[in-house]
C-alpha cells in the first residue's frame, strides 16, 4: 500500500490553487478536499491497525499531514494512547487548516473534558503559534458550556502572543462564548476589556456581529464597545 500514490490519485488542481492561496504551509500541497481526506481515512481504518497506518505516513505533503491528524482522531484506541499520539503530532501543525481539523476531529474529549483540560493547560504553556492556537480551538470546540465557561473566559486574559492565527484564534472563541451565554460574557468583556489585546477584542465583537445566532437587539449592545 502505497497512501502518497493513492494520495495523488484524488488530486484537485483547482483546489490545489486555492489551498495555496488560503493556506501557507511548508509542506507541498496536492489539493485534496477535506471530504475525501476523511473518507479515505475511514476507509484505511477499516482495513488497516491504526499503528500501521501512523507509520507509513509522512510528512510530505500537506495532505499527509492532514490525513494523520485525521486518523489520530478517529482510531479507537485509550486515553493515554490518543495523548500519546497528539503530543506527537503537535510539533507537524505549522497551518491554521491541519490545527482546526485536527481539533475537530478530537471528539474523544467530549467525554474526558475535565482529564483533558488537565492536558491542554500544559499544553497552553508552550507559547509557539500552533500549540497556542490548538489550546484556543479546543476549548471552543469543546469547552464552551456551563461547566467551563468562566474557565475558558479567563484564559483570553493577558494572551501574550502576537501571532495573527493565535489572536484569531482568541477572537473565535469570545465570539462563541457571546452566542452560548451572552450576559456572562458581555459583563467580561467589559470588566476585563483593557486586559484583551485590543485587536483581539474588536475582531471579537466583529464576529459576533456577523453570526447569525445572536439578536439584533444584543449586537445593539455589541455596537457600543468597540474599543477605539
Known amino acids: 500500500m502505497s ?20 493556506c ?26 491504526y499503528h500501521d497506518l501512523l507509520s507509513q505516513i509522512k510528512s510530505n505533503s500537506y495532505e499527509e499531514v492532514m490525513l494523520e491528524g485525521i486518523i489520530i482522531g478517529k482510531c479507537q484506541t485509550s486515553y493515554e494512547e490518543k495523548l500519546h499520539l497528539i503530543t ?24 474526558n473534558l475535565a ?20 489550546y484556543f480551538v479546543m476549548l471552543l470546540n469543546y469547552y464552551v458550556n ?17 501571532y495573527y ?19 456572562k460574557t458581555i459583563n467580561f468583556l467589559n470588566k476585563h476589556k483593557n486586559e484583551i489585546d485590543k485587536w483581539t477584542f474588536n475582531k471579537a465583537l466583529q464576529k459576533a456581529l456577523e453570526s447569525l445566532q445572536i439578536s439584533p437587539k444584543n449586537k445593539e449592545v455589541i455596537k457600543t464597545m468597540k474599543i477605539k
Open 115 to 134: 482529564n483533558f483540560n488537565i492536558f491542554l493547560k500544559v499544553t497552553s504553556q508552550n507559547p509557539k503559534e500552533y500549540y497556542q492556537r490548538f
Open 88 to 111: 506527537n503530532f503537535l510539533p507537524k501543525i505549522d497551518n491554521w487548516a491541519v490545527c482546526d481539523i485536527f481539533c475537530s476531529e478530537l471528539k474523544f474529549v467530549k467525554d
Open 146 to 162: 456551563n461547566e467551563y465557561i468562566t474557565d475558558v473566559l479567563n484564559s483570553t486574559l493577558n494572551v501574550k502572543s502576537n
Open 3 to 22: 497512501i502518497l500514490t493513492k494520495l495523488n490519485d484524488k488530486k484537485d488542481k483547482e483546489y490545489k490553487k486555492f489551498q495555496e492561496r488560503i
Open 24 to 49: 501557507h504551509t511548508k509542506y507541498k500541497i496536492l489539493g485534496i478536499k477535506i471530504p475525501i481526506l476523511r473518507k479515505y481515512a475511514n476507509e484505511l481504518l477499516k482495513n488497516y491497525n
Open 165 to 183: 492565527y493565535v489572536k484569531m484564534a482568541v477572537s473565535w472563541l469570545l465570539s462563541v462564548c457571546l452566542v452560548h451565554d451572552f450576559p
